[in-house]
Each structure stands twice: as structure tokens, then as C-alpha cells.
């Protein structure tokens, strides 16, 4: 069954605060905001690879980052006042329901560099019709949600949504897809993306741009 995604973005300025300064020198900003459009380019570049994926909808306030994704081959929602991840998430479902109102509708997080399409198939595979989602590796947040097919998506992000998620309802897939459940939040997480194998966005920017400090 096809499936439409919906990547919330924060502005890059603005977004992955835990991992600022890990480029570069601590002020450099424009280091910092490079890193998290990379982050979010593999993400969506991974997404629209993936076999099964029918579109894929980037949310964001922030027009210059939406320019990037939208090259890769994005949709673009354009955020006009920040109202929170699960809001964004909603006008993003709202926006393909409004084509097709029986989809499989998923929120995907736009910080998953090394996210291999194989691993996003097979989990959207093992979701079949059911609601589901995946938590991350450290099973307390969620990388990936699906709604069953016509049925509310029901966001439930922020800190221990894996539990929300569970509670409200959806079923927690049990595949290993290591590459799906490597969000990047902090140093720590983009440490162990790398031993994954990052996305060649994020890598040029590790190799070239800003130094690793
Ligand atoms: N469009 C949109 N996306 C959001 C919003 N809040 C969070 N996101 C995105 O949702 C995803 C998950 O959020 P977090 O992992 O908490 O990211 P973050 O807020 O950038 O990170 P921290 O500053 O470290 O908490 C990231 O891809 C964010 O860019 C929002 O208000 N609007
Ligand atoms: C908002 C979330 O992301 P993170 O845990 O990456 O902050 C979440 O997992 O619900």
C-alpha cells in the first residue's frame, strides 16, 4: 500500500539546539544551521527512494530550507506561524487527505542521515494497515509514525512519544531497521549515524564545510 509522508522541519537556525557547536567554532552558526538541512536532505532523499513512498511532504517556516528539499523533490507546506511539531504534522495530513482520503498517511522525523530505503520499506511493510510507528534506539522517542489507511494519523510527538504512541493505540513495529531508529540529536546520536553510514549530504558537510571540532 502506497504511503504519503509528512517531514516536520524546523527552521535549521533554530532546530537540533543539542547539537550546536559540534562544527566548527562555537559561533559558527551558519555551521550549525549546514549540518541540520543536511540531516534533513538525506532524510528526505532517503524517503523519496523508497519503494512504496508516493509523496513526500516537507513542513517548514523556514522558505530557503523548503528551496533545498524541494529540489531533491519534495512537496513543500509552508508553515506561517510556528504551532508546534504535532500541529505541523496535522496540516501536513490535512493537505493529502484533502487529494486522497483513504491514504496511509506518515510522519517521518527529518533528522534520519543515514536512513537506508530498504529499511523504510520493510517498515512500512510490517505496518500493513495497522497504525504503527517506530521508536527510536533508545526506545523513548519516535522516528516513524503510520496511520492506518483512511484513519486519523493522531501525532503524538515530544519527550517519551514512543510511550504515547503505544498508549494511544499504535502498534510498536519490531523490525531492526537500525538506520530508521538513528535520529540525530546529539553528538552522541550523529557518532553512531556515522558507524551506520551517513547520507552524502551530511557527509560532505562533516568533510568539507565545518570541520568536526
Ligand atoms: N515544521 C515544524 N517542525 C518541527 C517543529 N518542532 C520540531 N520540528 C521538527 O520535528 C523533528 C523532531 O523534533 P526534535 O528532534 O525535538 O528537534 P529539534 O526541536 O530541532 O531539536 P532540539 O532543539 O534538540 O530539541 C525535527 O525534524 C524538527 O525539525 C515545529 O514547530 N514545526
Ligand atoms: C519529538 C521527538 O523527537 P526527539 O525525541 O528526537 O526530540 C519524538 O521522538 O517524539
Redesign the pocket.
Known amino acids: 500500500m502506497a504511503v504519503d509522508l509528512i ?6 537556525h ?7 557547536g559540534v562544527l566548527g567554532a562555537p559561533d559558527r552558526a551558519d555551521c550549525h544551521a549546514a549540518l ?1 538541512l543536511a ?2 536532505e538525506d ?1 528526505v532523499a532517503a524517503a523519496l527512494a523508497t519503494p512504496g513512498v508516493r509523496r513526500v511532504v ?4 523556514d522558505p530557503a530550507a523548503l528551496a533545498v528539499v524541494r529540489e531533491l523533490g519534495a512537496e513543500l507546506l509552508a ?1 506561517d506561524a ?4 504535532n ?3 496535522r496540516a501536513g495530513e490535512r493537505l493529502v487527505r484533502a487529494d486522497d482520503p483513504d491514504a496511509v498517511v506518515g510522519a517521518l ?3 534520519l542521515p543515514a536512513l537506508r530505503p530498504a529499511e523504510l520499506a520493510a517498515a512500512t511493510a510490517e505496518a500493513g494497515r495497522r497504525r504503527a510507528f517506530a521508536a527510536d534506539r533508545h526506545g523513548t ?1 519516535t522516528t516513524l509514525l503510520l496511520s492506518a489507511p483512511g484513519e486519523p494519523l493522531d501525532p503524538r ?2 519527550p517519551d512519544s514512543a510511550r504515547d504512541h503505544a498508549r494511544s493505540g499504535a502498534v510498536a513495529l519490531g523490525l531492526t531497521a537500525p538506520s530508521l531508529r538513528a ?1 540525530v ?2 553528538p552522541a546520536d550523529l557518532d553512531h549515524a556515522r558507524l551506520l553510514g551517513l547520507g552524502p549530504r551530511t557527509t560532505a558537510i562533516l568533510a568539507t564545510t565545518c570541520a568536526l571540532r
Do not use: C, H, N
Not at 14 to 20: H, V
Not at 58 to 61: F, K
Open positions: 517531514v516536520p522541519m524546523k527552521p535549521p533554530a532546530g537540533k539546539s543539542r547539537l550546536r541540520v540531516l534533513a532524510t516537507v513542513v517548514s517556516g508553515e510556528p504551532a508546534g511539531l500541529a505541523a504534522l522525523q527529518a533528522d522517542g510527538f515530544g535520529d540529536d546529539t
